[in-house]
């Protein structure tokens, strides 16, 4: 049931912050492996590039990827707070005055993150695809031409096999363990604290609210430059064997865009990263503490009946 829960959480977040995702996709792209000044700036900051989409594709394309968006929020989510809610209920988090450990939690928050990422890997690398894919005038990046989630899973494993799905999972499990960790650990430990001290209890679901947003700050800020990374892997073109033709990994996509677009590339769209985590985040960890809530009341029903 814990598993249920973080993914249905994690679904109910994903509809409101997929628009956000789309933008972050589009500007993590746009000018990739080129000098500033080198190429052409479609999306000049999240209001304009939401305009540019809607001009150029149409309002729906703001929800491009939607689908395979919200597959990996149940996939990703569920595995992801399941087993940290697991690790929980077994009481590998907390001390005898049930205080949440730190570095416990930030370990089965890391762990919880990268099981999770292997899982969802093929989704996000659909997910990408499909957000990237514009009209000729605004397109940036590797342009896939996807009809649809199904077409896009047939068409690579038909091409790559299951390996080719799994493009990149390694990567995706780092990026993961890296946002699941600090996201978790900083909303844990920032309610906790609010919730000790008898601050912004006006509502049961404030702190949740308010540590959610602590949560986003801490995610997007170690989450983007490996977040950057990721996309450029699996937007990239690929040849017969599976192998990208613009970057050969982790580390060679990291020296060719530090190369030629400097370490400030690494922060690519930090703004709509910011944005999508923001009620991201608040959503699913609210979501997350108000699902738990009402499976402790069907529960007590339960017992009662």
Known sequence: MDFLV????????????????VVKTRMQLQGELRARGQHNVYYKNVPHANYTIVKHDGVASLQKGLVPALWFQL????????????????????????????????????????????????LQLVKTQLMSFSSEKIAVGTQHAHSGMTYAIMKIYRKNGLSGLFRGAHGMMIRNSIGSASQIASFSMSKEWMDNNNLFQQSKY??????????????????????????RLYNQAV????????????????????????????????GPSYLRQAPHSVLLLVFWDMLKDFEKYLGLKKLNA
């Open 6 to 21: 973080g993914g249905l959480a994690g679904v109910g977040a994903g509809f409101f912050s997929n628009p956000f995702d």
């Open 239 to 270: 040849d017969a064997n599976g192998r990208g033709l613009l970057y050969s990994g982790i580390l060679d996509c990291a020296r060719k865009i530090t190369k030629t677009e400097g370490l400030l590339a690494f922060y690519k769209g930090i």
């Open 75 to 122: 996939v990703v989510n569920g595995v992801r707070l399941g087993i940290y809610q697991h690790a929980d209920d077994y009481g590998l988090l907390r001390d005898e005055k049930n205080n949440t450990k730190f570095i416990n939690s930030m370990f089965f928050g890391s762990l919880a993150g990268m099981v999770g990422a292997f899982f969802g890997s093929p």
């Open 206 to 231: 404030l702190s949740a609210f308010i540590a959610g947003n602590i949560g986003a700050i801490m995610k997007t800020v170690t989450l983007t430059p490996m977040d950057v990374i990721m996309t």
